[in-house]
């Protein structure tokens, strides 16, 4: 009897583990927030592949999300909006380092609430009146505040605007504040702005010349449990019919895929 019941529960467990996608466990994408909406259409698009899996994409700022790998929070793939939060998590052995690559490019943009356009030629028209409240990403996390303050200090007004900067948690958090008009402007990325449409009126563009380059790095996370699928979701980021997700959305697409 005994062992007619062992027989049994082990063939059960046969028949379950033999079942299709019953070993599929979600991937989990750690990606900047201003990657949600491309990274959850790539997913989509990832899991009707031949090699794809189910994607669930935990979208926050860059240095949040490099915090919660570092403490052993579950994720399988890292994207980040700069090189220093990946390079951080290389050099702890959290990122394997063969499969980073370079997944797309961003641009900087100055952005005001729609109906407030004002002509400006670059940043030097924010030290002036009407802007009263300027809104930047917090720098020490979201990489787009960083370069914003970079772009700023680079082009001679970093000071005349500084007491007037309202810090948000990240680009999400910008455009509700243009949304509801409680900035004058805000430099946030072009593809941020695109996904705002006419909620918002694009003042100028931020010479790139001014800040280190915007760039997005991708890479699997070390202790992974779900290796294989992970190193297939990069391949596939890196891949045409993810890139055109990226160009529609604004990205700028890296050819090479190169660290």
């Known amino acids: 009897m005994i062992l007619r ?3 049994a529960l082990l063939a059960l467990a046969l028949t379950s583990c033999s079942r299709p996608g019953a070993e599929a466990a979600p991937l989990r994408i750690a ?3 201003s990657l949600r909406v491309v990274v959850e259409e790539i997913g989509r698009a990832f899991a009707q592949s031949p090699s794809g899996a189910e994607v669930t994409v935990n979208a926050a700022a860059s240095g949040v999300l490099r915090r919660q790998i570092e403490h052993g929070d579950a994720a399988d793939v890292f994207i980040s909006a700069n090189r220093e939060h990946m390079d951080a998590l290389l ?3 959290r990122v394997a380092s063969e499969t980073v690559h370079v997944l797309a490019r961003n641009r900087l943009v100055v952005a005001a609430p729609a109906g407030r356009h004002v002509p400006m030629e670059s940043l030097r028209g924010l030290s002036h009146p009407p802007f009263a409240r300027i809104a930047l990403a917090t720098p020490a996390t979201a990489p787009v505040g960083e370069l914003a303050v970079a772009a700023l200090q680079s ?3 970093w000071s005349s605007v500084e007491s007037r900067v309202l810090y948000a948690e990240n680009a999400g958090q910008i455009a509700a504040y ?3 008009g409680e900035v004058d402007a805000a430099l946030l990325y072009v593809t941020d702005v ?3 449409g006419d909620a918002v ?5 931020v010479d790139p010349a001014l800040h280190p380059p915007s760039e997005y790095l991708i890479g699997v996370v070390a202790d992974s449990r779900l290796r294989v699928r992970a ?3 990069v391949e596939f980021a890196c891949g045409p019919e993810a890139a055109d997700v990226l160009a529609q959305a604004g990205f700028v697409v890296d050819e090479t895929g190169s660290r």
Do not use: K, P
């Open 5 to 7: 019941c062992a027989a």
């Open 31 to 33: 990606a900047a927030a």
């Open 91 to 93: 050099t702890r052995g």
């Open 155 to 157: 082009a001679g007004v």
């Open 178 to 180: 243009l949304r509801t």
């Open 194 to 196: 695109i996904g705002l």
């Open 201 to 205: 009126d694009r003042l100028c563009e």
């Open 231 to 233: 190193e297939a979701f």
